[in-house]
C-alpha cells in the first residue's frame, strides 16, 4: 500500500499528469478503473500472498511470488504487441533461478541434517 501511495505521490509532483489536474478523471468517471485496479492489482494480491505464507511456506511463498515477472512479461508480449528477445528469456531464468536455488538447496540441508541425527540416535 505504502509503496503504491508513495508512487502517486512522485508521479502527481514530478510528472504532473494532466489528467488530474483538468478534471477529467473525476468527471469521465475515470477514478473507477483507477480503484478497481488499485484494489484488484495490489490489495487483494498482497492481501491472499499474506494468507498463504503460513500454510505453504517462505521458501515457495517466494517462488510463487517470482513468477509474477513471467506472467507479466507474457502478458506484455500477448496483450500489449510488445516486443520480446532472448536477453530478456535468459533474465527470467537467471532470476527465477536465484530465487529457487537456496530453498531447493535449504531443503536438501535440512533432509541431510535429519538423516544424520536419526541415525545417530
Do not use: C, D, Y
Not at 7 to 23: D, H, K, Q, T, Y
Not at 80 to 87: A, N, T
Amino acid at each position: 500500500f505504502f509503496s503504491s501511495f508513495f508512487a502517486l505521490i512522485m508521479i502527481s509532483i514530478f510528472l504532473s499528469p494532466e489528467i488530474v489536474w483538468n478534471g477529467i478523471l473525476i468527471r469521465e468517471g475515470l477514478w473507477k478503473f483507477g480503484l478497481a485496479l488499485g484494489f484488484f492489482g495490489t490489495i487483494i494480491p498482497i492481501f491472499l500472498l499474506a494468507i498463504a505464507v503460513p500454510k505453504v511456506g517462505g521458501g515457495l511463498t517466494s517462488i510463487l511470488s517470482a513468477m509474477e515477472l513471467p506472467v507479466a512479461v507474457f502478458a506484455s508480449v500477448i496483450v500489449l504487441h510488445e516486443p520480446f528477445s532472448w536477453l530478456q528469456v535468459i533474465g527470467i531464468v537467471l532470476i527465477l533461478t536465484g530465487i529457487a536455488l537456496p530453498t531447493i538447496f535449504s531443503e536438501k540441508q535440512l533432509k541431510f541434517v535429519r538423516k544424520t541425527k536419526g541415525s545417530e540416535v
